[in-house]
């Protein structure tokens, strides 16, 4: 098998296994590839039980990853997140409500999430980044102001929003 040139390397203090089992149940295409264990070399400097989880190498939807048990040191930023683009809204919702049990609820706006570790994600329908770039500027309002209101992006009422047709209702 062979590497991609970039891997994503999500930090955690403990739970890289937890985090990696958690989302290679959720996403296709996904599996663990292998987990290394801190030994007592550089115990000094790691300061974890020789043993424990250092590492977990996996793959999400064909993509791959590392969970890194590397302490409490560094904490996550909403200034970055992962992009899911769903088909439908059942695929929405099924990444929305499987990622979002336990995150931060005062993250989940706009389609945008933290999940129980912090790590953000953005469950985005296929579709709306279309609707965002119409030459119409009143369909990109319309539509924006929805999907501000949303917290889990609701694909037909972003739809009815940019046709005009949500104000009739």
């Known amino acids: 098998m062979s590497f991609a040139k970039i891997t994503i390397c999500l930090w955690f203090d403990t739970q890289a296994e937890d985090a990696a ?3 290679v149940s959720i996403f296709p295409n996904s599996k663990i590839l292998s987990i290394q264990h ?3 070399v550089g115990q000094e400097f790691h300061k974890k039980e020789p043993g424990s989880v250092m590492v977990v190498n996996f793959i999400l939807n064909n993509h791959p990853f590392i969970a890194f048990n590397g302490g409490a040191d560094y904490f996550r930023s909403g200034a970055s997140s992962f992009m899911i683009h769903c088909d439908d809204q059942e695929e929405v919702d099924h990444y929305w409500d499987k990622l979002s049990p336990g995150g931060d609820e005062t993250k989940q706006v ?3 999430l933290a999940d ?3 790590v953000g994600w953005n469950v985005v329908p296929n579709g709306l980044e279309e609707m965002m770039k119409d030459k119409d500027p009143e369909k ?3 539509v ?3 999907m501000m ?3 889990k992006l609701d694909i037909e009422g ?3 929003a940019f046709e005009g047709s949500a104000e009739d209702e």
Do not use: E, H, I
């Open 21 to 23: 089992n958690f989302y």
């Open 38 to 40: 801190y030994t007592s």
């Open 110 to 112: 706009c389609g945008w």
């Open 116 to 118: 129980k570790w912090g």
């Open 140 to 142: 990109v309002k319309r």
């Open 144 to 146: 924006t102001a929805a």
């Open 149 to 151: 209101a949303m917290k």
């Open 158 to 160: 972003l739809q009815k």
